[in-house]
T-cell receptor, first 111, second 111 residues
């Protein structure tokens, strides 16, 4: 079955710097790659996603890139702000199959 | 109003007891899930229902029994609670294009 690895497990950046979180997946048939943000005491919330027919997608300060050949995808957050501090999860699935989550990255943005 | 709502938010109980967590979604989605998040934040799928029918059961002990009276509700009943069942349980519903919407979580503590 699908396996998703996520790095780093923790990431600390200064406000205004960029943050990058990377994931790899094992099943080449996977075609949907969402990213979720989980704030303390809340449920995960979808922030951006990408499908396998696209290499890059951007939404204001966040962007996601996908390398299907290498089976890598990454989340990029620019101009980080303290409110970006949270746990971020990548995930992968194929067609309407179940989403398999990465192990999470705790991002801390220091003012 | 809340799209995916779960109750209770907190549950503290003794080993051996039976407890239930309820989930309702008002998004009109056909597919609902239960995920378990342990102390290390790993998100693991437990069950999936599509239009009241069980479609995924991830080798969860049969002490866990999901019930879906209609496609807007997916409840989780747990018999003979064990210490290792302590976790945060998330309900989620899914769009036809794969996006998951999570509830706020139910933190279960077994003493």
């Amino acid at each position: 079955g699908e396996n998703v690895e996520q790095h780093p497990s923790t990431l600390s950046v200064q406000e205004g710097d960029s943050a990058v979180i990377k994931c790899t997946y094992s099943d080449s048939a996977s075609n949907y790659f969402p990213w979720y943000k989980q704030e303390l005491g809340k449920g995960p919330q979808l922030i951006i996603d990408i499908r396998s027919n696209v290499g890059e997608k951007k939404d204001q300060r966040i962007a996601v890139t996908l390398n299907k050949t290498a089976k890598h995808f990454s989340l990029h957050i620019t101009e980080t702000q303290p409110e970006d501090s949270a746990v971020y999860f990548c995930a992968a699935s194929k067609r309407t199959d179940k989403l398999i989550f990465g192990t999470g990255t705790r991002l801390q943005v220091f003012p | 109003d809340t799209a995916v709502s779960q109750t209770p938010k907190y549950l503290v109980t003794q080993m051996g007891n039976d407890k239930s967590i309820k989930c309702e979604q008002n998004l009109g989605h056909d597919t609902m899930y239960w995920y378990k998040q342990d102390s290390k934040k790993f998100l693991k799928i437990m069950f999936s229902y599509n239009n009241k029918e069980l479609i995924i059961n991830e080798t969860v002990p049969n002490r866990f029994s999901p019930k879906s009276p209609d496609k807007a509700h997916l409840n989780l009943h747990i018999n003979s609670l064990e210490l290792g069942d302590s976790a945060v349980y998330f309900c989620a519903s899914k769009t036809n294009t794969g996006e998951l919407f999570f509830g706020e979580g139910s933190r279960l503590t077994v003493l």
